[in-house]
């Protein structure tokens, strides 16, 4: 007897809350109208489930988004780099504790052990009513430079598949890919590894509408915000074998739409808001102002801020971080969240002479161009990158030559510098990824630093 088995996947949702209400009836709804004696239904997603620029992810930890996602009754998920890398290793460890949901993921491990995380899986098979077996394995984009920060090792997913084949070899008849790797690395994979039977992709954020057949293998994906939902369908023969498979999605804003849906989610700003509000940081006495052009409050103070962060006597900020005004009173947790709410750290560069004049050359070339630039990923939540700003630093544009405060800079002296982890993910300042002795200073996210900066030299009392 032919069986179908149908997968449901969602991505990279990244506390887009807006989306969900549709999204957990249409999961649910085509659960119960698939699921019969020839078929079944399998749920699945893909990481990025989490973004700290929403204010209930933030005051949660992402616990919140857990519940959410507890309401599916996923079979499997992966995680993105928005969980592994946005959260510190203890938070990590705690944010699936209560997952009703299997985490299946092979390309993280533990630092200090060498060993799988205790809150994942190497793979899951489920076994169908007709007793098919169906291995679902999870990977995520290995970034070398953070996650052994935070106490993590990544591994390649070249290294991982074929020991993951293997470790299964002879428990499964169909074998699908939770990717939160993006498109580029899956079609690699789907090249060298056709033994994989469906790569359901993430992390780029990219929209296959009908699927793609790379190799024999099918790749699917549902692009991001919950804007789509996907759907798989893959028929098995008596024998088990895959006789054909297929791929579509459903564009979210096109599925039915509740009365209460719009209260459901304004309630998680709401309660998001209230639990940030309530934490008190400072009390300044003027209004601090931001602007994308020109000097501002804002910026001043921020430059100060990752100064003291990094220990270093220079700073670099571009005026796009700062989102929103403090005004004078008290600030809160959540007017702070509001005005940074990126995912990005302070970095301390250290480079000699000739490669700081360098970076600052960069800098100064794509000064005009980042201002009204739509700067999207790598952490940043923002509008536009907006215009640079130095303290410590100082370019005589007329004759090129760099100042470290009051003394010309020197091309073998050594120096160092505060900016954003971000700009190191960025292509507009190569020099720093080429040369530069990076440090990023991951124990805190740029909000934190500058909540702290503010409750030093603002105290409530």
């Known amino acids: 007897m032919n069986e179908e088995i149908t997968i449901l996947h969602t991505n990279d949702l990244h506390s887009h809350f807006e989306n969900w209400p549709k999204i957990r009836r249409f999961m649910k709804s085509e659960s119960l109208n698939k699921t019969s004696e020839t078929s079944q239904v399998i749920r699945v997603d893909l990481g990025d489930a989490l973004d700290r620029a929403h204010p209930l992810t933030e005051a949660t930890n992402g616990k919140a988004n857990l519940e959410l996602l507890d309401q599916i009754n996923y079979d499997a998920v992966t995680i993105g780099n928005n969980e592994g890398l946005t959260n510190s290793h203890e938070q990590l460890e705690d944010l699936y504790s209560d997952a009703n949901f299997d985490i299946v993921l092979a390309n993280i491990l533990e630092a200090k052990t060498q060993s799988l995380p205790k809150w994942a899986k190497l793979g899951k098979i ?9 291995l679902l394995i999870g990977l995520t984009a290995p970034y070398q430079l953070t996650y052994p920060i935070l106490g993590w090792t990544p591994i390649e997913p070249e290294k991982v598949i074929p020991k993951l084949l293997n470790y299964f070899k002879g428990q499964y008849d169909v074998v699908v890919l939770l990717s939160h790797l993006g498109i580029d690395v899956d079609r690699r994979l789907a090249k060298q590894f056709p033994k994989l039977d469906v790569i359901i992709g993430s992390h780029t954020h990219h929209l296959l509408r009908k699927g793609e057949i790379v190799n024999g293998v099918l790749l699917a994906a549902a692009e991001k915000w919950g804007h789509y939902v996907g759907k798989i369908t893959i028929n098995v023969d008596s024998s088990h074998k895959v006789i054909s498979k297929s791929a579509k999605v459903f564009l979210t804003k096109d599925l039915p739409e509740k009365p209460k849906d719009e209260e459901e989610i304004q309630g998680y700003l709401d309660r998001g808001r209230r639990m940030l509000s309530r934490n008190k940081i400072a009390r300044i006495p003027v209004k601090m102002n ?14 100060k801020a990752i100064m003291e962060k990094s220990n270093t006597s220079a700073a670099i900020l571009n005026t796009g971080l700062f989102l929103t005004d403090l005004p004078a009173g008290v600030v809160d947790r959540n007017e702070l969240h509001e005005m940074l709410p990126h995912s990005m750290h302070v970095m301390r560069v250290t480079l ?18 980042l201002i009204k630039f739509p700067q999207k990923g790598m952490g940043f939540r923002g509008k536009y990158f ?59 996210n740029l909000r934190e630093v500058f909540g702290d900066y503010l409750a030093k030299h603002y105290p409530l009392k």
């Open 126 to 134: 489920i076994v169908t009513k007709n007793n098919s077996r169906i």
């Open 352 to 369: 000699d002479g000739y490669n700081l004049w360098r970076m600052i050359r960069e800098m100064e070339k794509n000064h005009n161009f």
């Open 386 to 444: 907006g215009e640079l700003h130095y303290n410590g630093l100082i370019y005589d544009h007329h004759s090129g030559r760099l100042y470290f405060h009051e003394d010309l800079v020197l091309p073998t002296e050594s120096y160092e510098i505060a900016m954003p982890d971000h700009y190191l993910f960025i292509p507009f300042f190569p020099t720093i990824e080429i040369v530069g002795k990076n440090k990023i200073l991951y124990d805190e």
């Open 290 to 303: 931001h602007a994308l052009r020109g000097n501002s409050r804002l910026i001043s103070e921020g430059l």
